[in-house]
């Protein structure tokens, strides 16, 4: 089975960015990004699948990562080897638990995303593909998640110099792709109204 049912792409200056609906344990990048929580001990949603998919090495290094530097903070992003996942690395970031919205959760997703591209910067990847940090047991409402990761990516992939030329989401159903989707629209029609005035 194709890991992906639905993609879209966009051209954002010398790169690109992907909606996709699939699995995120079967899609093809460079890097896939786990949205982790602060210990890295795996867990439910796409931490647990992407555990159980890249196998036991990735615990083993979650483990001695955690062991030096005692928990990972939220915004924070680290990288391990990807196990037998499809990638060449997997990008450990803590998104936040969501309240209500007015306790700095888009700053710490926004930090999530930056800081998981900072590190496949660092590690001169040159694709990357996430999940929608923090949607699931973390409670981040999908449109409001939208909200904040689509600007990062398209500011990201809009500035020039960096290794990373492709990134983007993999979303595990439609109503997410549709989500992220009608977002990504709205932002278009935005930039192209601002550039009409």
């Given at each position: 089975m194709d890991p992906t049912q639905r993609q879209l792409e966009r051209s954002i200056?010398?790169?690109?960015?992907?909606?996709?609906?699939?699995?995120?344990?079967?899609?093809?990048?460079?890097?896939?990004?786990?949205?982790?929580?602060?210990?890295?001990?795996?867990?439910?949603?796409?931490?647990?699948?992407?555990?159980?998919a890249?196998?036991?090495?990735?615990?083993?290094?979650?483990?001695?990562?955690?062991?030096?530097?005692?928990?990972?903070?939220?915004?924070?992003?680290?990288?391990?080897?990807?196990?037998t996942l499809p990638a060449r690395y997997l990008i450990h970031t803590v998104g936040p638990v969501y309240r209500d919205g007015t306790r700095g959760e888009p700053a710490v997703l926004a930090s999530a995303y930056r800081s998981s591209l900072g590190v496949a910067e660092e590690l001169g990847l040159g694709s990357v593909a996430?999940?929608?940090?923090?949607?699931?047991?973390?409670?981040?409402?999908?449109e409001a998640a939208a909200e904040v990761a689509l600007p990062v990516l398209l500011q990201y992939l809009a500035e020039n110099g960096r290794s990373v030329?492709?990134?983007?989401?993999?979303?595990?159903?439609?109503?997410?792709?549709?989500?992220?989707?009608?977002?990504?629209?709205?932002?278009?029609?935005?930039?192209?109204a601002r550039a009409g005035d």
């Amino acid at each position: 089975m194709d890991p992906t049912q639905r993609q879209l792409e966009r051209s954002i200056g010398n790169g690109r960015l992907f909606l996709a609906r699939g699995d995120l344990t079967r899609f093809p990048a460079e890097a896939l990004v786990n949205a982790a929580n602060s210990a890295l001990a795996g867990g439910g949603g796409v931490d647990g699948a992407l555990h159980r998919a890249g196998g036991p090495r990735i615990m083993a290094e979650c483990r001695e990562l955690i062991a030096r530097i005692g928990r990972l903070e939220p915004g924070a992003a680290v990288a391990t080897t990807a196990g037998t996942l499809p990638a060449r690395y997997l990008i450990h970031t803590v998104g936040p638990v969501y309240r209500d919205g007015t306790r700095g959760e888009p700053a710490v997703l926004a930090s999530a995303y930056r800081s998981s591209l900072g590190v496949a910067e660092e590690l001169g990847l040159g694709s990357v593909a996430f999940p929608s940090i923090s949607t699931g047991v973390y409670g981040y409402p999908l449109e409001a998640a939208a909200e904040v990761a689509l600007p990062v990516l398209l500011q990201y992939l809009a500035e020039n110099g960096r290794s990373v030329r492709r990134v983007g989401l993999v979303l595990f159903s439609d109503d997410a792709f549709d989500c992220y989707e009608r977002v990504l629209r709205r932002l278009e029609a935005s930039v192209e109204a601002r550039a009409g005035d």
